[in-house]
């Protein structure tokens, strides 16, 4: 039997507000454990929580973007459970009238590489609750609630992703977009852009959702991939073995690589929602929602579009560049500043400078080498002052410091060799010193134009103009014209 994936994310996405959602406790990340947790965060009894406006207006500002339906009229919820690190015994949090209701959507390549909407069902405010510490406590759990109250907007898409791969894709978009928009640093390792994976499976053709679990609290692109394709195997077993899919709540085990049961999954019965006594509904005027719609920026579609048309980019050259906005940002610095195609420039931030910058972890804003330093560089290449292969070099030079384009050419003798007469004079000496490769060339063996050509660029140190190399090569070698043999 064939199966079919069935994959919907639950994204939690911790808001840039510099205090908590309903108190004026700091959300700094980093600080010494219980030295960020108010009153107000650890639930004392005669305190009253009140809204954060900045965190309202962020999830504003993700639902135009997303084309999501912005409701005027939303409620604040307590929902209950009881778990060591939340300490009022219940979460402040949006169920029936969530501030951002259905119609949004993200768009990503899907498995046949072709446009596909994810649909958001909702997108709801509500506070984290603390942390569970149990590395450093010998058998013992210590609790630190500097994270308690922390604004964050959870977004629940549509089951419509149908492979780990389309799930990768969508957490992508979704982790630039909201950087875009500066509501969320979506820093991974610090827990600032989590997510909940609900994983079912049914037989291929099948339109009845299959039972699903729950992979709790992934912050990792790879790890998701991993537990996802870990998770979906696993129920196909057990189904083929006879047994049914319990729906549950689950954990992944990165250093296994498996998944295992955490609890039985709650059901909204379960949380026992009630409308939050201390709050008042939160209500939107329609002023409040325009004023934050013009203060969107280019957001990555948009860019995506633009670089294709302005520069004449290919798609995947404009969708690397525009998934993170810093590195969007340098490449158009280069292109203002230089009079090299944009493709070229392109080219080099997404290899060689990126190469760079990962072998040394290393930002684009941390980057040695400025897009003024980069355009000079594009420069001699454009005007064929240096070839390809020796910009690899300077560029190397240049990020160690050596000095700007131009000195490192001068100083080290890098120009390319344009000259016709000196590159053929160069070229007769190497087929003369090579007459039997010249003899197996005219015999039909023309893939020896490669090693001709490496032989040209050996004599004169790389800095031969390889395209010229290549024509004085193909008129010399066929016909043997100058050639003394």
Known sequence: MKWETVIGLEVHIQLKTKSKIFSGASTTFGADPNTQACLIDLGYPGVLPVLNKEAVNMAIKFGLATFGSIQKRSIFARKNYFYPDLPKGYQISQNEFPIIGEGGYLEIESDNHLPKKVRIRRAHLEEDAGKSLHEDFHGMTGLDFNRAGVPLLEIVSEPDMRSAKETVAYLKSLHTLVRYLDICDANMQEGSFRCDVNVSVRPEGETVLGTRTEIKNLNSFRFVEKAILYEVQRQINCIESGHSVTQQTMLYDVNKNETRPMRIKETLEDYRYFAEPDLLPLVLTDEMISKIQKTLPELPHQKQKRFINNYGLPD?????????????????????????????????????????????????????????????LMDRIQDKTISGKIAKEIFEAMWHKEGSADMIIEKKGLKQIT????????????????????????????????????????????KANPKLVNEILLKTVRTGRDLSL
């Open 316 to 376: 995947y050259d404009a969708k690397i560049l525009v998934t993170d906005q810093d590195i969007s940002h340098y490449f158009e610095e280069v292109v203002k500043n230089s009079s090299a195609e944009p493709k070229l420039i392109a080219n080099w931030i997404i290899g060689d400078l990126s190469g760079f910058l990962n072998r040394h972890k290393l930002t684009i804003q941390q980057s040695p080498i400025s897009p003024k330093e980069l355009s000079v």
């Open 419 to 462: 000259n016709l007469s000196e590159i053929e004079e160069i070229v007769r000496k190497v087929l003369q010193d090579h007459p039997t490769e010249v003899t197996k060339y005219r015999s039909g063996q023309e893939r020896l134009l490669g090693f001709f050509v490496g032989e040209v660029m050996k004599a004169t140190k790389g």
